[in-house]
DNA sequence: ACCTGAACACCGTTCAAGT
DNA sequence: ACCTGAACACCGTTCAAGT
């Protein structure tokens, strides 16, 4: 036996750390297991397929009995962010799997099946936006042959996930209240 | 003078909505246009600037004098629901945009910074998704041999849609409350 | 079971040259 | 100003064949 399909699922997610997504090619993922690209098919039966194995993967991390719901969503982006490009794989493949993921279950236990969805396509979004802007941010640095600033847009992007969380909870909040009056 | 800048976005809008985001390739908006795909960086630095444009045309029918968050959040997500794959190609290029779009500006007038963030995450989150399950649906009636059920997941995820608009304002008001009192 | 080698039908982008 | 033609360095996927 020579390579295992969790071995190819680990080569792809270190090509995706090294070189992004756009670099994380079938034919760069067989190169980094020194393999013909064609070998790959025996494991997987697509890229797309290959993909998904990766973001379960990237969210392995996310422990699902938190009973915090916006604790969950800080330990989901946070892996989501762990990774290069890791929140675009991860938002591709579970906006695919929206209303049968084991983690939009979790949420939905804590905050029902509306707060749930809401949270999670908010979390995705932000995670989305703000691996967009570091690259943003690093590509400018090294176009400005400056150092990147070390506690500029980051930080601020990590306050608003918050402040958001929070208008999304309130207004959860103040529904229950509305019901139950 | 053959084609303009306006003409290579026209038809690389008619290949998206033919043909989808994946199939819409420099080639592809080349032979559209009888041209040789080289002749387009005539017009257009690179394929990122020419999604830029189509993202803008996109959204060109928004109108953006609306008093009403909801309303704006609505029309939003009508514009990218129009085309085939809409969603993608506006949620990229605006998330590299955030914090400088001209939508934003105008929600954040109507409620502030960081609700104008979080409702449009929310968007183009929902959108992005709405649009993922359409397509499962059609492939999966093409597989089927069966006509499409007409008002399925369709209504429910428009449902969804405004009760997470609902939320997120909900939560803004209440936060107003807190601060007056 | 796992892999090679070769092929097919594609990509984005550059660049000298034409009109 | 706008375009052609040719090239460069890539893609995902299939399939017969090897071990």
Redesign the interface.
């Given at each position: 036996m020579r390579n295992t399909r969790a071995d190819v699922v680990a080569a792809a997610l270190r090509v995706l750390a090294a070189q992004g997504l756009e670099s994380c090619s079938m034919r760069r993922v067989a190169a980094e297991l020194d393999v013909q690209p064609s070998a790959l098919y025996h494991h997987v039966p697509n890229k797309q397929s290959l993909l998904a194995l990766m973001a379960d993967e990237i969210l392995r991390s996310v422990r699902l009995d938190a009973s915090d719901p916006r604790a969950l969503c800080v330990a989901l982006r946070g892996a989501m962010l762990s990774v290069r490009d890791g929140a675009d794989v991860v938002?591709t493949v579970e906006?695919?799997r929206?209303g049968s993921s084991a983690i939009e279950r979790r949420l939905a236990e804590l905050v029902g099946g509306?707060?749930a969805?809401?949270l999670?396509?908010?979390t995705?979004?932000?995670a989305?936006?703000t691996q967009?802007?570091r690259q943003?941010a690093e590509f400018g640095a090294l176009l400005a042959e400056e150092l990147p600033q070390e506690a500029g847009d980051g930080r601020d992007l990590d306050a608003?996930f918050d402040?958001?969380i929070?208008?999304?909870?309130?207004?959860?909040?103040?529904?229950e209240i509305a019901r139950t009056n």
């Open positions: 938002a906006a695919f929206l509306e707060g969805q809401t999670l396509l908010y995705f979004g932000h989305q936006s967009t802007h943003a608003t402040s958001g929070d208008i999304i909870l309130g207004g959860l909040a103040a529904r």
